[in-house]
């Protein structure tokens, strides 16, 4: 049921969330909205920007949320929705707890042989082709209406372009990006 | 010392916004600097294992330190403080937002907020792009992988897979005869 396929999708991509947190983005939406469809697209958008929002890495932000909103919305009640963010969560840490403590005990000098750095060196990137993939995959009607909503649709490609232009060329931080895009989402998209 | 090492790590869970990467010279201050656990060559080292391995770093490196220290104990006492911040935060968050989701003023700050959210999430796929090499000899792996996910609708995990697999037999077939 429900709380075994949470437990099995957190804990994969703790095991194969290679390249941080925003890699691991690509593949919590993987399981959770392409694969199970816990949360829809413009749900799964909302968690994404909590957790820039909020202190804390994003994968674990992530798991918690997903964990309570998947068995929400699944229907069941506020406190089976905290045991489901408590699954995701222990889901999420469970693979680094064993790999960090083996790799502790035993592989620690194997980090630097070169067939591990030749694996690392192909999952580089890989890993880009994940975040331009979840990218992507991000740039749907439910985040940025369609051309059919003019005054939604251009408001949203605006604040797409504003954040983008903003982080990467004006070097703003992310956090009053957010805070922009939230007052003038209140002002033009209510 | 399981005490210090739970508070420790809460504080660490507690500051970090956005990325695990951020919080490392917050970590180096207190596990190096003020606690002396590890020495700094060893820190430098234990940090690059932490970013390489998969999950999160943050947690990644509390356990590192928390083994050390107090094995596996010492490991799961780390993992759960510097986790525990972040789940307390995000489950009231959460909580709080089903209720609200409907709400016009609750919608329309997220319908702002999402477009700007996925241009954050492309600006880093561009500055990674350019610190993992990206060039005209090895951009298909990314244009291939992200292919594969956006359009074919394969799971990441593979890609994931296969680039690890591809980048042990590259050094082990191809490498050797260039």
């Not at chain 2, 525990?84 to 319908?111: C, G, R, T, Y």
């Not at chain 2, 890609?159 to 005869?177: M, N, Q, S």
């Amino acid at each position: 049921m429900i709380f075994i396929q949470l437990f099995i999708a957190f804990f994969e991509i703790g095991l194969f969330g290679f390249g941080g947190g925003y890699a691991m983005i690509s593949l919590i939406q993987g399981m959770v909205v392409t694969r199970y469809h816990w949360l829809t697209v413009s749900e799964f958008t909302n968690v994404i920007a909590i957790s820039q929002m909020t202190p804390g890495p994003v994968g674990i932000n992530s798991a918690t949320y997903c964990g309570y909103t998947a068995i929400r919305n699944a229907g069941f009640s506020e406190f089976t929705g905290i045991i489901g963010s408590l699954t995701a969560t222990v889901a999420i840490i469970l693979p680094s707890l064993v790999l960090m403590i083996v790799i502790s005990k035993m592989f620690m000098k194997y980090m630097d042989s070169p067939i591990v750095q030749d694996v690392f060196s192909g999952l580089r990137p890989a890993v880009v082709g994940l975040l331009a993939a979840a990218t992507l995959l991000l740039m749907t009607p439910e985040n940025f209406s369609t051309p059919s909503d003019p005054w939604t649709f251009w408001i949203s490609i605006g604040l797409f372009i504003a954040t983008f232009v903003g982080t990467k060329l004006v070097k703003i931080n992310p956090l009053s990006m957010i805070g922009c895009a939230a007052f003038a989402g209140l002002l033009l998209l209510y | 010392m399981y005490w210090t090492l739970f508070k420790t790590f809460i504080k660490i869970g507690l500051v970090t916004f956005g990325g695990g990467y951020a919080m490392i010279p917050m970590i180096e201050a207190d596990v190096v600097d003020k606690y002396k656990w590890v020495d700094k060559e060893e820190f430098v080292n234990l940090v690059a294992i932490a970013q390489s391995c998969p999950g999160v770093f943050a947690i990644n490196i509390s356990i590192f330190i928390g083994y050390k220290l107090r094995k596996i104990s010492g490991a799961v006492c780390t993992a759960i403080a510097a986790a525990l911040p972040s789940f307390l935060i995000i489950l009231l968050i959460a909580m709080f937002f089903h209720q609200f989701q409907d709400n016009k003023i609750v919608a329309s700050i997220f319908a702002g907020i999402r477009p700007a959210v996925v241009a954050l999430i492309a600006v880093p796929t561009f500055n990674l792009a350019k610190s993992a090499n990206i060039n005209i000899y090895n951009c298909w792996i990314p244009t291939i992988g992200a292919i594969a996910i956006w359009l074919l609708g394969v799971n990441p995990i593979w890609v994931i897979i296969a680039a690890g697999f591809g980048g042990f037999l590259y050094g082990k077939y191809i490498r050797p005869t260039e």
